[in-house]
């Protein structure tokens, strides 16, 4: 890279270390991968050791510290796609390209693997190339990829089609049915703070003159806790709660308070910040905006998983209109003092990212490693400053609290789940897309809606949510009774549960940040178990040690990604408990080695395949 | 008048700021350990240390001690725990303690022993880490890497030199050197660092001193590891 670009890559970024990930994008964009070359400028220009850069670039999967093929092709691998085919397709795109799963072509040109989901399970199978994606993907489309690449068509020139992601909201309510003008909230909260003049807790706050930034009266905040909000991004905490906590958590000299939207959408399964971002921007900005008023910040940042970087131009051009707006920036709308502005980081394929404390890691520049709780990030977040981290969708239900009132939004939905829930629907039903309910819907009504038939089960709020059996189908969508992120992936009577588990238990052990003991080695324990078990190698024995990891799991690992690893086999064992028994294959304990499969080269060479060569008679029909 | 805590019945004096194994320490309690140190800031990764507060799991090494708290260790139930957690640590790398340097000197092994650990119970993995035989006067075996990243916060910490670092995620962490060839002749580092002495297990070794020791007469053949605490203070 000539050094002028990265002079000018470093000046965007402040030349400042915690930008390191930002830069390193930057760079590879340019340069396909960070030739050692780059990581020896960074250490001298950051101060940084080469060490600590290669430690966090190679933390990520869409970084790339060897070189990698001209086309960089990823099949996204959830058990959606893998039902829409997604495997035979890897398969065929692999032998028209000569090349081996997860291997470089030996002419450098092309390399095709897996990625975990992308986010485009209701118009999958997906894959990425690039980092772009392409969805929709048939055999057709495969050969044609496979042509593209061989003639070294350059990816501008591929068919834009291949590209197009829909919205497909098939239901909307209070969020996606509203005309939201730009600017809207924000006036109509002011217009409410000037007639309803300062409240006691405000007086508090200017007092001892806390908030910085916006400095906004505490209006805002008594709307949203009067609304009942809860955060979207699974946890379900309540958001006045935590805003409260970040506007009287103290400042030291020279910092402020930061606002951070959680677009990682990493949750296999989910797709709806997506949309959100898509074709709701302005309303998930302005949520920022007013969070920023309430707990008096000046800076905020959108947390983009790197998946969906093709949406990094046009957030970009709707903060810059924000920005000519004055809905950003310095006084916004009028207000003197008030002033915020967002930056958009971009993630690079990493799931546990979308961890709050892991997430505030990755903005400074490091390692996406969960932190040490407490401290939280309402005291001590973005470099030791008070932090709010909330999901996309909390931060447009704000915006829309502002417009409307909180009295008007906790009236709708249930007693403890205000508001609507968007869900992100895919699997085995007529029509995939986003649907948006009042909390409160149940399982049964969203089935119908979506045309959903012969369901079996329903994994609600992904691989570390809830496997949904039939006669659970009455049960509701809230935070009282099936809590959810928003993934609502729909399996037939015809989908083999087992599976499903065994998927959603290789994207944790591919996601584990290997951080803690328990789930850095358990989840691939599990993973290895779950294929012993695929393998037809499994013993009742096997389901006491998935029990032990799961105890050892829950109990032991650091954040929320060990503690739900074991969720989805837990569940399918007690409700699709014939589609384990169907793979054991003695009742007592069987060894992980297979003498079977040990002979199996013996058979080869000495060209047998009779019984006798085989040890033990069912295993003839096994594989 | 000092404030208490209950640990396993006994009560338990503790100082504002320190945790739950800081005040155990202190007041003679063992509770098994691998990635705390006591001269560096708290990791929280190998969960060895974790006990029950009031009934929640949690680990004792970043866990803050409060008046009044109620907290369980050496129970039946914990031991379990822990002891699954290092046979966990024994599959993930390749230790094979009777060829190995460190043996009797290695708190990893000196914990098996401490928990009663009879068998690695799981089949192992078996992971290609190849030794870093570069340095003139040190030798670094990663295969009994348990990712402490004692010698990582030594370097930079201490020795204020960053020789070490974690690279790549989940099961396929590592550590890597800082250089641009990866190797340890390459670096910095010097023999009176301190990341060259906290390593709790096998991993970075003096040349050509080896078993100067003889077996038998190390560190946990005298006495088991909980047996240990004024050296758990202060190494
Ligand atoms: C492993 C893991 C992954 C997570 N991924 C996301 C995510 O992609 N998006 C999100 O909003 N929250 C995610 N969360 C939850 C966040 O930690 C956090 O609770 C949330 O962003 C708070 O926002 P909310 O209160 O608006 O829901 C994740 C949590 C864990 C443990
Ligand atoms: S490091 Fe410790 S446990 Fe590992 S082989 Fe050496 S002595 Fe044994
Ligand atoms: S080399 Fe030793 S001190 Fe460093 S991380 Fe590995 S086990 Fe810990
Ligand atoms: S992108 Fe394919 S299922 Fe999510
Ligand atoms: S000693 Fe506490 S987690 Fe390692």
């Given at each position: 890279?000539?050094?002028?670009?990265?002079?000018?890559?470093?000046?965007?970024?402040?030349?400042?270390?915690?930008?390191?990930?930002?830069?390193?994008?930057?760079?590879?964009?340019?340069?396909?991968?960070?030739?050692?070359a780059t990581v020896a400028a960074l250490e001298t220009a950051l101060a940084v050791p080469r060490a600590k850069i290669e430690g966090a670039a190679s933390f990520y999967s869409f970084l790339h510290l060897q070189p990698v093929g001209r086309y960089r092709i990823l099949f996204s691998d959830n058990i959606i796609d893998r039902m829409g085919g997604s495997q035979a397709l890897m398969e065929r795109l692999c032998n028209l390209l000569w090349v081996e799963p997860g291997k470089l072509s030996e002419d450098g040109l092309v390399s095709v693997t897996t990625t975990s989901c992308t986010g485009m399970c209701d118009q999958g199978p997906a894959l990425l190339v690039n980092g772009r994606a392409i969805t929709r993907v048939d055999e057709a489309r495969i050969d044609a990829i496979a042509e593209r690449v061989r003639a070294q068509v350059p990816l501008a020139e591929w068919p834009g089609e291949w590209f197009q992601v829909e919205d497909n909201v098939h239901r909307r309510d209070i969020l996606l049915g509203s005309d939201f003008e730009p600017g809207s909230g924000l006036r109509a909260l002011h217009a409410r703070v000037e007639t309803d003049g300062i409240q006691a807790s405000n007086t508090r706050s200017w007092r001892e003159g806390l908030p910085r930034g916006l400095v906004g009266p505490a209006t805002m905040l008594d709307e949203i806790k009067h609304a009942n909000l809860r955060g979207r991004g699974g946890a379900g905490f309540t958001t006045g709660l935590k805003w409260e906590a970040c506007r009287n958590a103290p400042l030291a000299d020279g910092q402020d308070r930061i606002v951070v939207c959680n677009a990682d959408e990493g949750e296999p399964g989910t797709f709806k910040d997506r949309v959100l971002l898509t074709s709701h921007a302005d309303m998930v900005f302005e949520g920022m905006t007013l969070a920023a008023y309430a707990v008096?910040?000046?800076?905020?940042?959108?947390?983009?998983?790197?998946?969906?970087?093709?949406?990094?131009?046009?957030?970009?051009?709707?903060?810059?209109?924000?920005?000519?707006?004055?809905?950003?920036?310095?006084?916004?709308?009028?207000?003197?003092?008030?002033?915020?502005?967002?930056?958009?980081?971009?993630?690079?394929?990493?799931?546990?990212?979308?961890?709050?404390?892991?997430?505030?890691?990755?903005?400074?520049?490091?390692?996406?490693?969960?932190?040490?709780?407490?401290?939280?990030?309402?005291?001590?977040?973005?470099?030791?400053?008070?932090t709010i981290v909330n999901n996309v969708e909390t931060f447009a239900a704000a915006a829309l609290i502002a417009l409307n009132g909180g009295e008007w939004y906790k009236n709708i939905g249930t007693s403890h789940?205000?508001?609507?829930?968007?869900?992100?629907?895919?699997?085995?039903?007529?029509?995939?897309?986003?649907?948006?309910?009042?909390?409160?819907?149940?399982?049964?009504?969203?089935?119908?809606?979506?045309?959903?038939?012969?369901?079996?089960?329903?994994?609600?709020?992904?691989?570390?949510?809830?496997?949904?059996?039939?006669?659970?189908?009455?049960?509701?969508?809230?935070?009282?009774?099936?809590?959810?992120?928003?993934?609502?992936?729909?399996?037939?009577?015809?989908?083999?549960?087992?599976?499903?588990?065994?998927?959603?238990?290789?994207?944790?052990?591919?996601?584990?940040?290997?951080?803690?003991?328990?789930?850095?080695?358990?989840?691939?324990?599990?993973?290895?178990?779950?294929?012993?078990?695929?393998?037809?190698?499994?013993?009742p024995y096997d389901f006491e040690e998935i029990e032990k990891l799961n105890h050892i799991l829950q109990a032991m690992s650091h954040c929320g990604l060990g503690h739900s690893a074991c969720n989805p086999v837990l569940d399918t064992i007690e409700k699709f408990r014939p589609a384990y028994d169907s793979r054991l294959l003695h009742q007592q304990f069987t060894p992980a080695f297979d003498l079977d499969q040990a002979l199996s080269q013996a058979r080869q060479m000495t060209g047998r395949d009779d019984e006798l060569a085989h040890f033990g008679a069912e295993h003839g029909d096994k594989q | 008048m000092t404030q208490t805590f209950i640990l396993d019945g006994r009560e338990i004096p503790f100082e504002p700021g320190q945790t739950i194994i800081q005040a155990a320490l202190a007041a003679g309690v063992f509770i098994p350990h691998l990635c705390y140190h006591p001269e560096f800031k708290p990791h929280g990764s190998c969960k060895l240390c974790t006990v029950k507060v009031n009934g929640r799991h949690t680990a004792s090494c970043t866990y803050k001690a409060a008046p009044g708290l109620e907290v369980q260790s050496n129970t039946e139930e914990l031991n379990g725990e822990r002891r699954t957690l290092v046979q966990m640590?024994?599959?993930?790398?390749?230790?094979?303690?009777?060829?190995?340097?460190?043996?009797?000197?290695?708190?990893?092994?000196?914990?098996?022993?401490?928990?009663?650990?009879?068998?690695?119970?799981?089949?192992?993995?078996?992971?290609?880490?190849?030794?870093?035989?570069?340095?003139?006067?040190?030798?670094?075996?990663?295969?009994?890497?348990?990712?402490?990243?004692?010698?990582?916060?030594?370097?930079?910490d201490v020795d204020g030199k960053s020789v070490f670092a974690l690279a790549e995620r989940g099961i396929d962490s590592h550590l890597i050197v800082n250089a641009a060839s990866g190797r340890l002749a390459d670096t910095n580092v010097a023999l009176e660092d301190k990341a060259v002495q906290v390593c709790p297990v096998g991993v970075i070794l003096r040349k050509r001193k080896g078993f100067a020791v003889p077996i038998g007469q190390r560190t946990y053949d005298e006495a088991p590891i909980s047996g240990h605490l004024p050296l758990a203070e202060e190494c």
């Open positions: 890279m000539s050094s002028g670009s990265l002079e000018s890559i470093l000046c965007k970024y402040d030349g400042s270390p915690h930008n390191l990930l930002q830069i390193l994008r930057e760079v590879q964009e340019e340069e396909g991968w960070i030739t050692p008096g910040a000046r800076r905020g940042f959108l947390y983009l998983r790197g998946e969906y970087r093709y949406l990094l131009e046009h957030l970009e051009g709707v903060l810059a209109r924000r920005r000519r707006d004055n809905l950003l920036g310095h006084s916004i709308i009028g207000i003197p003092g008030a002033d915020f502005d967002i930056k958009i980081h971009v993630g690079f394929g990493a799931y546990v990212c979308g961890e709050e404390s892991a997430l505030i890691e990755s903005l400074e520049g490091k390692r996406g490693t969960p932190r040490n709780r407490p401290p939280f990030p309402v005291t001590h977040g973005y470099l030791d400053q008070p789940s205000a508001g609507s829930k968007i869900l992100s629907v895919s699997g085995d039903c007529e029509r995939p897309g986003l649907y948006e309910f009042p909390f409160g819907v149940s399982v049964a009504e969203v089935l119908e809606a979506c045309g959903a038939k012969d369901t079996q089960a329903v994994q609600v709020s992904g691989p570390s949510g809830f496997t949904i059996a039939a006669h659970e189908f009455d049960r509701k969508i809230c935070f009282e009774d099936i809590p959810t992120a928003g993934a609502f992936m729909v399996f037939d009577k015809t989908r083999d549960m087992f599976q499903v588990a065994r998927n959603f238990v290789h994207f944790f052990a591919h996601e584990s940040c290997g951080f803690c003991t328990p789930c850095r080695v358990g989840t691939s324990l599990l993973r290895n178990l779950m294929d012993k078990l695929h393998n037809g190698q499994g013993s | 640590l024994f599959v993930e790398g390749n230790h094979f303690c009777p060829s190995c340097e460190k043996s009797g000197d290695c708190q990893l092994q000196a914990t098996a022993y401490e928990l009663g650990m009879m068998s690695p119970h799981f089949d192992h993995f078996f992971p290609d880490r190849p030794v870093d035989a570069s340095h003139p006067e040190l030798l670094l075996d990663f295969n009994r890497c348990i990712l402490c990243s004692l010698c990582v916060r030594a370097s930079r």
